[in-house]
């Protein structure tokens, strides 16, 4: 597959080519400057390829396919075997498929009309989607059963398919790790993007009178400058993540069918008949990322305590979900509950921690789980609860402290990854968490049911009630099924007045009277 411009038309397909095409080896990564914005931009505009694993040919049957979407914020990332290796995986008998798509303001700006209508990113991964329909028969795989998973901005991703209508009939079954469509940082309404595509236009000297002129503008510049320029959205640290998100395609462009029509919970609050089965869940300490960041700085620590009630609504995005009258209550409650009349120091990293996971994570993704469950469609919720030799915290900035499991840590059991963990060794602990993984995310890519009949596994039961949903703690000792997700913590982010990254517009139809009772009024 290949693309011919950063703001051009969907990708095309690639030319056809004589004799035999060396696919040996990985090809470039899109352009992206990592989830700091402040590393040197890398990889190219070419990028658009897709990397095809299977064990042994010539099975008799053909092998269920698992389909895996990267994350990084969808400003970095790629789909190399450096990073996601099939070892593990292709030890379970099915075929994997990794790509690659648009990121940052490539794959993600909008003018919010029919110029640039946006979600450039995903229409490359439903070409993708639609490229793995019609040819992955020739690789010994099944086009009937096409699971795709992804994580963190990827595993958003997974749900903004089910979504979707340009993704209907492309895949069967979906895996969502530490990432949802009513995650905080995982939308953007119109307002946002059409004043980040004018702020950048500015930025870079273009006029941003009209669209057809940003974009012929910004035509002309050198995609590194785009990223470059990029890093002024964020205010405080890497806050507000991801500056470039997906969008409602009000305006479709000409020759281009849009991804999205409409919002995410506009969608789940419909009868949208579209879900498919789900697995979806989060690390415990999915949010020791972001402390691990915070703590490696004292400035950042200083500034924390200092402007608490300027930072959190802008790097939760309060500011588009409430009203200015309720942000800084809203970062008082929160700073209360997390933190009481105790400063924020490496003491409580702990309850910093939780802040952030319950915030970014778990907040929007029990809501979104309540919503899914309302379908005929299962849904196999879960909470990554173990911590082996290595941690993506230390990645992050902080070697030294324990944050718990770290957001990314269970990629470690799905993929080996050697490329940041050089020379370290699994123990033995480990290597039975890798075959746990394995196992649970193969079993739903070939039955739809992460233990299904005769599983050497507790029994995953899919959530049967979307008021008290039932979730499977994964841990050293295998899976265990629990109920009450953490009361406290789901209850006072429910209660919040800008109910858990909902818009106002949608505040009277959905009505979250507490975190195990949903109120939907159609």
């Known amino acids: 597959m290949a693309f011919y411009h950063s703001f051009a038309m969907p990708p095309q397909p690639v030319e056809p080519w004589e004799g035999i095409l060396d696919t040996r080896t990985n090809g470039p990564d899109c352009t992206q400057s990592g989830i700091l914005l402040t590393e040197p931009v890398t990889g190219q505009e070419d990028c658009l390829y897709l990397n095809v694993y299977t064990p042994k040919m010539g099975k008799l049957e053909p092998l269920d396919v698992m389909f895996w979407i990267h994350g990084g914020g969808w400003q970095s990332g790629t789909g190399s075997s450096n990073t996601y290796g099939p070892q593990y995986l292709l030890d379970k008998d099915i075929i994997l498929v990794t790509i690659n798509y648009r990121l940052g303001p490539l794959g993600f700006l909008s003018t919010g009309d029919s110029v640039c209508p946006g979600n450039n990113g995903f229409k490359d991964q439903v070409f993708a989607l639609r490229w793995v329909q019609e040819n992955i028969e020739a690789f010994g795989g099944d086009p009937n059963s096409i699971t795709i998973f992804g994580e963190s901005a990827g595993g958003a991703s997974v749900e903004y398919h089910m979504l979707s209508p340009l993704s209907k009939g492309l895949f069967h079954r979906g895996i969502s790790e530490s990432g949802c469509s009513l995650n905080l940082c995982t939308f953007s309404p119109n307002s946002t993007t059409r004043y980040q595509t004018e702020t950048l236009a500015k930025l870079l000297n273009c006029s941003s009178e009209s669209s057809k002129e940003i974009i012929e503008c910004l035509k002309e510049k050198d995609a590194a400058t785009l990223f470059e320029k990029s890093s002024v959205f964020m205010e405080w640290n890497i806050d507000p993540m991801i500056p470039f998100k997906p969008v409602v395609e009000t305006q479709p462009g000409e020759n281009d069918e849009p991804f999205l029509i409409e919002e995410p919970l506009q969608t789940l609050l419909s009868n949208y008949d579209g879900l498919l089965p789900w697995m979806t869940g989060f690390l415990s300490s999915d949010g020791g990322f972001l402390s691990a960041i915070v703590y490696n700085k004292e400035r950042l620590v200083e500034e924390l305590n200092a402007r608490f009630d300027e930072i959190i609504p802008m790097a939760m995005y309060f500011r588009e979900t409430a009203s200015k009258s309720e942000l800084k209550n809203i970062a008082q409650q929160i700073r209360s509950f997390y933190f009481g009349n105790q400063p924020i120091s490496k003491e409580n990293a702990r309850a910093l921690t939780n802040m952030y996971t319950d915030a970014f994570f778990i907040s929007g993704m029990n809501t979104a ?62 290597e039975q968490m890798i075959d746990t993984m394995t196992t649970l995310w193969t079993n739903f890519a070939i039955y739809g049911n992460p233990t299904p009949e005769n599983s050497e596994f507790e029994t995953w039961n899919s959530v049967s009630s979307c008021t008290s949903p039932e979730y499977a703690q994964i841990t050293h000792e295998g899976l265990k099924m629990v109920k009450d997700l953490l009361n406290e913590r789901t209850e006072f982010w429910s209660k919040l007045p800008h109910k858990a990254r909902i818009p106002s517009s949608f505040k009277e139809e959905l009505n979250i009277m507490s975190p195990f009772s949903i109120k939907i009024n159609i």
């Open 369 to 430: 789980v309540k919503l899914h469950a309302r379908r005929k469609a299962p849904v196999y919720y879960f909470e990554f609860d173990y911590r082996g030799t290595n941690s993506y915290s230390s990645v992050f900035g902080d070697p030294t402290t324990d944050y718990g499991v770290c957001h990314l840590d269970e990629l470690m059991y799905l993929f080996p990854q050697n490329h940041f963990f050089p020379g370290s060794e699994m123990s033995l602990e480990d």
